[in-house]
């Protein structure tokens, strides 16, 4: 059963930091390429950070760069996204996806909710 699950989310002050993880099950991982969009209330999703199969240098949205930073471990098939300096503005729900061209096919995850407030 292939399963994307995304976990770490939560709510936290502004100025403090969460940390997300992917965790992939059913399928070849190490061959997928990995993003991580978020979509708030009330607007588009937005795609945050993505990585390659081979976890080398990551992208980012600008509005994150310089806070979020994305990593993969394919020996235990997740992705992290650590997230620092939060603010209002990153209140989400965060979603992982998986992009595997060797098979042709695209997983989602769940999402995850992250909320900034004071």
């Known amino acids: 059963q292939v399963q994307l699950v995304e976990s770490g989310g939560g709510w936290v002050l502004p100025g403090g930091s969460l940390r997300l993880s992917c965790a992939a099950s059913?399928?070849?991982?190490?061959?997928?390429?990995v993003s991580w969009y978020r979509r708030a209330p009330g607007k588009e999703r937005e795609l945050v950070a993505a990585?390659?199969?081979?976890?080398?240098?990551?992208a980012y949205d600008g509005s994150v760069k310089g806070r979020f930073t994305l990593s993969r471990d394919n020996a235990k098939n997740t992705a992290v996204l650590q997230m620092a300096s939060l603010t209002v503005e990153d209140t989400a729900n965060y979603y992982c996806?998986?992009?595997?061209?060797?098979?042709?096919?695209?997983?989602w995850g769940q999402g995850t909710q992250v909320t900034v407030s004071a």
């Open positions: 059913g399928f070849t991982f190490s061959r997928c390429a």
């Open positions: 996806k998986a992009v595997c061209p060797s098979s042709g096919e695209d997983y």
């Open positions: 990585i390659d199969t081979f976890g080398g240098d990551p």
